[in-house]
């Protein structure tokens, strides 16, 4: 089956600063999803992203399917960013990736 | 709109006891899953209805887990009998996806999730 891989594996910022997140995945994709989850286990969606670039906010996201991978990127990060970011590829079904745990600091 | 809703928020129960969870999707929505969320682990799909009917539930370990989704609204997620590895948190799904085989075409809202302990 498809293999996703998600890197860091962890991830510590200070409040303000900027980072990417990356996701590979071993075959051909119908589409991709990021989640966050927050330190409460609430799983957010926030991009549905077979291809291209989204921006919501200070989030933005880019998928090239044809390279396999896609990559999150988090501007001017804040406290409420911290928890894990998954990456989500549909095969037959969708499979979560490894997740990225991010801590923000103040 | 109103999300995903799940209950109980919490169970604790002993190994070999029954457990059900019950989720109802934000309304509209054509597709439900049951997720099983073990700690430190991504998600994992046990189950996908489109409308009530089941679409996927290849990893479910059906000696022991069931579901259904009556009326292709509320579903409800049953162990019997639990064991120690099924602790973990059950997370339901919905989308707005109406279909064309297992094409996941628009995003998936989670609920809050039931965190499972057995003991």
């Known amino acids: 089956g498809i293999q996703v891989e998600q890197s860091p594996p962890d991830l510590i910022l200070q409040e303000g600063a900027n980072s990417t997140l990356r996701c590979n995945f071993s075959?051909?994709?119908?589409?991709l999803q990021w989640f966050h989850q927050n330190p409460w286990g609430q799983l957010i969606n926030l991009f549905y992203?077979?291809?291209g670039t989204k921006q919501n906010g200070r989030l933005s996201a880019t998928t090239v399917a044809t390279e396999r991978y896609s990559l999150l990127y988090i501007s001017s990060s804040q406290t409420t960013d911290s928890g894990v970011y998954f990456c989500?590829?549909?095969?037959?079904?969708?499979?979560f990736g490894t997740g990225t745990r991010l801590q923000v600091f103040p | 709109e109103a999300g995903v809703a799940q209950s109980p928020r919490y169970k604790i129960i002993e190994k070999r006891q029954s457990v059900a969870f019950w989720c109802n999707p934000i309304?509209?929505?054509?597709?439900l899953y049951w997720y099983q969320q073990i700690l430190g682990q991504g998600p994992k799909l046990l189950i996908q209805?489109?409308?009530?009917?089941?679409?996927?539930d290849s990893q479910l370990p059906k000696d022991r887990f069931s579901a259904e989704r009556l009326k292709g609204v509320d579903s409800t997620l049953k162990i019997q009998p639990a064991k120690l590895e099924d602790s973990a948190v059950y997370l339901c799904?919905?989308?707005?996806?109406?279909?064309?085989?297992?094409?996941?075409?628009?995003?998936?809202?989670f609920g809050n999730g039931t965190r499972l302990t057995v003991t």
């Open positions: 799904a919905s989308s707005l996806d109406e279909g064309r085989g297992s094409s996941y075409n628009s995003p998936l809202h």
């Open positions: 075959d051909s994709v119908n589409n």
């Open positions: 992203i077979p291809s």
């Open positions: 989500a590829v549909e095969e037959d079904k969708l499979i």
């Open positions: 309304s509209g929505h054509a597709t």
């Open positions: 209805f489109q409308n009530n009917g089941v679409v996927d």
